[in-house]
C-alpha cells in the first residue's frame, strides 16, 4: 500500500537510500514492521505501550496503514514525537502489489485527496449546538423516566413503561454520545473528548471507555475481518459470510444447528450483548488491567441508580429495572448497528486499501430525520468508517463525493432502506448457515 507507487531510475533510488535505509515489501513483512506515508516503523517494542492497544497495531504489520493511522489519530503533532523515534527508514519506491486490487495506489491517492477536500469543507469541525442539544436530550429522558417511577413506582403499569422507554432511549443515545467522544470528534481537545467520553459511557452508561477503545478501533481497522474484528468474533454461537462457514462445515463442526441461526440469532445474542456479554467482557478487561480509575467512574453509575430507585423500588427491582432497560437497549444497538456490518463481505485480511476495505464490509441506510436519530448517524455508516473522527452530523455532506469516487474505481456504494437492511440481516444468517450445512453435510 506505498504511496511511493511508480518506479524510478536506479540512479534516484541510490542517491535515496544514501540518506536513509531503503526496505523491500518483502523484508517489511517478514519482520513486521508498519508503514506509514512511505516510511517504514518498527513497531515491535512500542506495541505493548501503545494508548490504543497493541492488537491494533499488530493486525496491520506488514502492511501500508497510512490511511488507517491517519484515520484515527487526530494530535498529529502529538502521535509525530512517538513515530520520530521508531522510523527505521523509507519503503523502496515500487508498488505494493496485490493481484486482488487492482490501481491499489491510484485509490489510495484519490481518497488522500477526498480527506482533504473534506477538511478544506470544514467537515470536520463539531457543532457545538447540536452536541448541546443532544446531551441536553440525555438529561431531560433521564429525568421524565426517574420522575415516573418515584411518582408511581410498579402500582401503574403504563407509567412504567414510558418509564422504561425513556430510560432505554436515554441509554441508547448515550450509547451514540459516547461514541462520538470515543471518536475524538465532540471537541476540538483530545483531552476532553477523553474526559466526556469517561463520564458518558461511565457515570451515565455504565461501562467502560477504554475497554470501548480497545475494542470498537480494532472493528474500525479491519471491519469484518476473521479473526481480528472483535465484532464478528463468535463463530461457536453464528457462523458469517462464506468462507468461514464452508471451512467449519469441511472439517466437521457443528456446535450449534448453524442452518438454523438466521432464527435463534434474534433470541440469543441481541437480548444477551449487553446485559450479560458486554457487562462480563468490561469487568474481565477491568479486573485484569487493574483500571482502577475507570473502575471509579463504573462506581459513580451505580450510586447514581442507587439513588435515583432504590429508595422507591428497594434492591431487587432496582436491579430487575436495570436489566429491563439494558434489554431493550441491546436491541436498539445490534440492530441500529449490525444491518450495515452483518450482511456485507466477511473474509480473511486481505489486505486491500482503506478505502476498498470500507465500502466492501459496510452499506448505508437511507437518509431520514428517524433513521438519523434512531442509528445516531450510522445510517451513514460508509462515510464514518471512512473518516472515524468527523462529526455525525456532517456525514451526510461527504456522501456525494464518496459515490464519486466509488464510480470511478467501479466500487459498490450501498445504500439500503430501513425494511430492507433488516431483513438483510436475516438473508445473510439464512446464507452462512446454509453453506454450513451444505459442506458439513458433503
Not at 54 to 61: A, D, G, P, Q, T
Not at 159 to 184: K, R
Not at 338 to 360: A, C, G, K, N
Request: glycine share 4%; aromatic share 16%.
Amino acid at each position: 500500500m506505498g504511496k511511493g507507487a511508480n518506479l524510478v531510475p536506479d540512479e534516484a533510488e541510490k542517491s535515496l537510500s544514501e540518506e536513509t535505509k531503503i526496505f523491500k515489501w518483502s523484508e517489511i513483512r517478514q519482520n513486521k514492521w508498519i508503514v506509514i506515508d512511505n516510511n517504514v516503523y518498527d513497531v515491535t517494542n512500542f506495541s505493548k505501550k501503545h494508548p490504543g492497544g497493541k492488537v491494533i497495531l499488530l493486525n496491520n504489520v506488514g502492511q501500508d496503514a497510512t490511511d488507517a493511522f491517519t484515520s484515527f489519530h487526530k494530535d498529529m503533532n502529538k502521535v509525530e514525537k512517538y513515530l520520530k523515534a521508531l522510523k527505521i527508514g523509507k519503503v523502496v519506491a515500487e508498488s505494493d502489489i496485490n493481484q486482488k486490487e487492482e490501481r491499489k495506489d491510484e485509490l489510495h491517492k484519490d481518497f488522500q485527496q477526498l480527506r482533504k477536500l473534506a477538511e478544506k469543507m470544514n467537515l470536520f469541525k463539531p457543532s457545538p449546538w447540536f452536541y448541546s442539544l443532544h446531551f441536553l436530550q440525555l438529561i431531560v429522558l433521564d429525568l421524565i423516566g426517574t420522575y415516573l417511577i418515584y411518582k408511581s413506582g410498579y402500582e401503574n403499569w403504563f407509567s412504567y413503561f414510558i418509564a422504561v422507554a425513556c430510560l432505554v432511549t436515554t441509554q441508547a443515545q448515550a450509547g451514540w454520545l459516547q461514541h462520538d467522544l470515543g471518536h475524538l470528534s465532540v471537541f476540538k481537545s483530545t483531552k476532553m473528548n477523553h474526559f466526556a467520553h469517561k463520564v458518558v459511557i461511565g457515570a451515565i452508561m455504565g461501562f467502560s471507555a477504554d475497554w470501548w477503545n480497545s475494542r470498537h478501533f480494532k472493528h474500525h481497522a479491519k471491519p469484518n475481518a476473521i479473526r481480528k474484528d472483535p465484532d464478528i468474533r463468535f463463530s461457536y454461537f453464528y457462523l458469517l459470510g462464506k468462507k468461514l462457514p464452508e471451512e467449519v462445515g469441511k472439517k466437521k463442526k457443528g456446535w450449534l444447528p448453524y442452518n438454523l441461526q438466521q432464527f435463534y440469532f434474534f433470541f440469543t445474542l441481541p437480548p444477551s450483548l449487553i446485559p450479560i456479554l458486554s457487562a462480563a467482557e468490561t469487568a474481565i478487561y477491568l479486573t485484569r488491567r487493574k483500571k482502577f480509575y475507570e473502575i471509579m467512574w463504573i462506581g459513580i453509575f451505580s450510586i447514581r441508580w442507587y439513588f435515583m430507585f432504590v429508595p422507591i423500588l428497594g434492591i431487587f427491582a432496582t436491579i430487575k429495572l436495570l436489566f429491563l432497560v439494558r434489554f431493550f437497549q441491546s436491541y436498539w444497538f445490534i440492530w441500529s448497528t449490525q444491518m450495515s456490518h452483518l450482511p456485507m463481505e466477511v473474509d480473511y485480511d486481505q489486505d486491500l486499501s482503506w478505502f476498498r476495505t470500507q465500502l466492501i464490509t459496510t452499506c448505508n441506510v437511507e437518509q431520514s430525520a428517524f433513521n438519523d436519530w434512531v442509528s445516531g448517524h450510522l445510517n451513514f455508516q460508509i462515510e464514518h468508517h471512512l473518516f472515524p473522527t468527523m462529526p455525525r452530523h456532517n456525514l451526510y455532506k461527504i456522501a456525494p463525493h464518496v459515490k464519486q469516487l466509488c464510480e470511478k474505481y467501479g466500487i459498490e456504494y450501498q445504500c439500503k432502506t430501513m425494511s430492507q437492511a433488516t431483513f438483510d440481516i436475516y438473508n445473510c444468517l439464512k446464507e452462512s448457515g446454509e453453506i454450513w450445512y451444505e459442506a458439513y453435510n458433503s
